[in-house]
């Protein structure tokens, strides 16, 4: 694939996740079930230089001026400067139709619908500023290698009100975002949106689904310019690591976030491939630069549509990441690392460079890992079945 083909990111098919087990005060939970979404996102090709989307009718008047919120700490002039003009562009050319404030968290901008309470905006504006912050410095303690440099202009979020008000903004300003979706990175404007409230409520994990598109919206920034990542399933893989967030309730009716937990609704996902045995060799998936490729090899090795090859990428790839990072002695977490310098640092990530980087020179050497991996992917599902037996039991 040369750099001229625009690669369309596609959401993971949708399905319903229904709470169950959301009880307990400590829960860990993961991103992104299949019912929400996935990141669409075009890398590279002619549209790179699309500017802004625009809407339709910008002349909407007042009621659709931003009201910044004032944040507590101090931020320097330039850093002030550049999250002034951010909301007001995106206030008039994105955000017209929609009433809404803007929550200055640098580097980010948070643009946060009214949901029509004043106390419901006061919590939503709290709770993403707690959780934009633990994402942004869990990333920075994580990687500093990588993530030493700030943005010119802020990053930029948006929270819709609800399914309906994202639709709407979806048609005005999205690219294409599908049915089902929670939340979407825009890498053309270079914004990620999102909603909040859903009929029947919103399971907890949904609430670590942003870091997902934060991880896009982040190493999108951050990779040297004009390369791109020639692995999407390390781009899906570590953004669903980092979307398996640890959500603990507070006092005050908030929550704090840690990513980098077990992903659950990822965990499930992988067990069902286990139990079909449908899944690929670790080579075969670090070998998936595009979706297609992935869907390509599925079908070639296990028949039907391929459609579950891109799923993979997700899943499995999370797993991959999360045997690596938490894993036994979290034996393989300096490889990740190394990766993450190549791939994200210099903009050098495939095959070869995560050979190196694990200190491999021939495919037949990730057997022992490919067994190590399993194994443990094996025991997180005991883990989680035990603690299902143990619910219905009580
Ligand atoms: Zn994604």
Redesign the pocket.
Known sequence: MDSETPTR?RPAEARSVRGAALRNALIAVGALACAVS??V?IIGGNDSETPEPVVSNQDTGDAAAARPVAMGSTMDSATDAAMDAAIARTSRDVLAEFKHSAIRVWPYVIFLEDFGDERVNERYAKDYRVRITAFYDYMKKTYPNVVNKEPETPFRIIVLRDRASFNKFNALNGNGALAGARAF?HPQAKFIYTYEQSPGGVPLFVRGVVF??CT?QLLDFLRPKNRYNESIWF??AI?DFHAGAKIQPVGDGGFTYEPGHLNRPRLNQMARALERKNYFSLPLLFQCRTYGEADAAYKRKFGGDGGRGKGLLYYQGWSFIYFCMVGPNKAHREAIFRYIDQDVGQGEGDYNILNQAFEISDSKQWEPIQREWEAYVRSLIEARNAARATDRSR
Request: charged residues 35%.
């Open positions: 990111r996935v990141a996102w990175y997902h598109e896009h781009e899906e953004a």
